[in-house]
């Protein structure tokens, strides 16, 4: 008997939704719907200078009058705290985390020294700097109160997830390479848990069986296999579809104050007119 197809939409509550968002949002919709599956609903809000309780608001009056629906309560990532803060203690006990008291200053600093940095998808790669502390330096600044962030040891993790790895990407199985993100921060003091992580754990947890996300985040998809062959966690299959651009050819986002849905609504634009622009590419 084939699996109940479940898909989702979670968006961060930091501004309101565009038509990008749209654009993914009735993807997964119309494939779990087409499928007789489940669709989810998910407020990725575990920044908390970032995201507004008014935008979580604004996320639900949207997909409201856009017309979809979803399946089940709506889960807020702020209200789960404790089960990732549990999963990095799953990967400390492992040995393949170690606290990073760099601050953005020395990581540029250690980085211009170097010269030539190695680089990933999000820029620059760490240097390894507090990797090479020893357990007592460790522990007597963590002890006097320093602050540092988490980071995973990804040659240590490398060395203990099973390898190959591999996703299945719209059908075709594709190789990872989760080592071009290098030691990759999966906590800090303001953010309890990194984005990696919170996804991969909610995923698995909520069975999530196709992850349907924009292609810029395709890089990520790597780390996110080797979390969930650490953690022994279900991988969903992936299907990252194109960035939707503006009249002017640059992607919408909220950082270039791409229209909002709540701006197209105040114009008087009705749903299906939005449904429409969403899907052809917002043009």
Same mark, same amino acid.
Not at 199 to 204: C, G, M, R
């Given at each position: 008997?084939?699996a109940?197809?479940?898909?989702r939409?979670?968006?961060s509550?930091?501004?309101r939704?565009?038509l990008g968002?749209?654009?993914s949002?009735?993807?997964a919709w119309?494939?779990?719907?087409?499928a007789?599956? @489940?669709?989810l609903?998910?407020?990725?809000?575990? %920044?908390p $200078?970032r995201? !507004?309780? &008014?935008?979580?608001d604004?996320?639900?009056e949207?997909?409201?009058?856009?017309?979809?629906?979803?399946?089940?309560?709506v889960?807020?990532?702020?209200?789960?705290?404790?089960e990732?803060?549990?999963?990095l203690?799953?990967?400390?006990?492992m040995g393949?985390?170690?606290?990073?008291?760099?601050t953005?200053?020395?990581?540029?600093?250690e980085?211009a020294?170097?010269?030539?940095?190695p680089h990933g998808?999000?820029?620059a790669?760490?240097?390894?700097?507090?990797?090479r502390?020893s357990?007592?330096?460790?522990?007597?600044?963590?002890?006097?109160?320093?602050?540092?962030?988490?980071?995973?040891?990804?040659?240590a993790?490398?060395a203990?997830?099973p390898?190959?790895?591999?996703?299945?990407?719209?059908?075709q199985? @594709?190789?990872?390479?989760?080592?071009?993100?290098g %030691?990759v $921060?999966?906590? !800090?003091? &303001?953010?309890p848990?990194?984005?990696?992580?919170c996804?991969?754990?909610?995923?698995?947890l909520?069975?999530?069986?196709?992850v349907?996300?924009?292609?810029?985040?395709?890089p990520?998809t790597?780390?996110?296999?080797?979390?969930?062959?650490?953690?022994?966690w279900?991988?969903?299959?992936?299907?990252?579809?194109?960035?939707?651009?503006?009249a002017?050819?640059k992607r919408?986002?909220k950082?270039?104050?791409?229209?909002?849905l709540?701006g197209?609504r105040?114009?008087?634009l009705?749903?299906e007119?939005?449904?429409?622009?969403?899907?052809?590419?917002?043009?």
């Open positions: 008997m084939a109940t197809l479940v898909t939409f979670a968006p509550p930091t501004g939704l565009h968002h749209a654009h949002a009735l993807l119309r494939l779990a719907r087409a007789g599956g @489940r669709f609903l998910r407020i990725e809000d575990i %920044d $200078v995201c !507004r309780p &008014d935008f979580v604004g996320i639900l949207d997909l409201a009058w856009l017309g979809l629906d979803w399946d089940g309560p889960r807020r990532q702020s209200e789960h705290l404790p990732y803060r549990a999963a203690h799953r990967l400390d006990g393949l985390l170690y606290p990073c008291f760099c953005r200053a020395d990581i540029a600093r980085i020294a170097i010269g030539h940095a998808p999000d820029g790669l760490y240097p390894g700097t507090c990797r502390l357990p007592r330096e460790r522990a007597g600044r963590v002890a006097a109160g320093q602050p540092y962030a988490l980071r995973l040891d990804m040659a993790a490398l203990r997830a390898w190959p790895l591999s996703c299945l990407e719209q059908g199985r @594709r190789r990872c390479d989760p080592a071009q993100f %030691d $921060v999966l906590a !800090r003091k &303001d953010i848990a990194s984005y990696h992580l996804v991969t754990h909610d995923d698995a909520q069975g999530v069986t196709l349907t996300r924009a292609e810029d985040l395709a990520a790597d780390l996110h296999r080797l979390l969930q062959a650490l953690l022994g279900k991988a969903p299959r992936y299907c990252h579809h194109a960035l939707l651009l503006g002017d050819g919408l986002s950082r270039d104050n791409a229209p909002t709540q197209l105040e114009q008087g009705a749903p007119k939005v449904r429409e622009m969403a899907s052809a590419g917002g043009e």
